[in-house]
């Protein structure tokens, strides 16, 4: 099963780009990882709702029937490390063609990708700025897979 993570950008900085490298590299040890940047429109504050339709639209247009979508999302499920890998595990085994990850823009993601999506997770009560959150998630997709694999990386 391939891997894509779908990110929605507005620019990047390069200690993002070097994470992003790191770790492209290393879930792809385990299984192919293709991350894809999607710019997103300029829209300001005060077109949020706009924004997050727009976005949707473009994130749409990226997937299939056949995928298993996993979307961060800052009401989604709360779950350390082991859990997630756990859910890593089940997605794999859930015969679809690919597993993707979905990282929102600055206003979130609209309510028919979170429809969509098969498992939304929470990276943290916290609230990170989308270059935080990709570095988060993509160090969290690799601990996963470390987990599930047994090899040494999580001291749980």
Not at 30 to 59: C, T, W, Y
């Amino acid at each position: 099963m391939n891997q894509v993570l779908l990110t929605l950008t507005t620019g990047s900085e390069p200690w993002l780009d070097e994470a992003v490298k790191r770790f492209e590299k290393k879930v792809s040890r385990f299984q192919p990882l293709e991350i894809v940047r999607i710019k997103s429109k300029g829209h300001g504050r005060d077109q949020a709702a706009l924004k997050i339709k727009d976005e949707e639209e473009l994130l749409f247009k990226q997937l299939g029937e056949k995928d298993f979508i996993i979307v961060f999302d800052e009401h989604g499920k709360s779950l350390d490390s082991l859990e997630f890998s756990e859910q890593l595990s089940r997605a794999l085994e859930s015969g679809k063609a690919r597993l993707v990850f979905v990282i929102g823009g600055a206003f979130g993601l609209g309510e028919q990708i979170k429809k969509r999506a098969n498992l939304r997770i929470s990276l943290s009560k916290l609230t990170f700025s989308h270059h935080v959150a990709l570095a988060v998630a993509l160090e969290q997709i690799y601990r996963a897979w470390t987990i599930r694999k047994g090899q040494r990386y999580h001291n749980g």
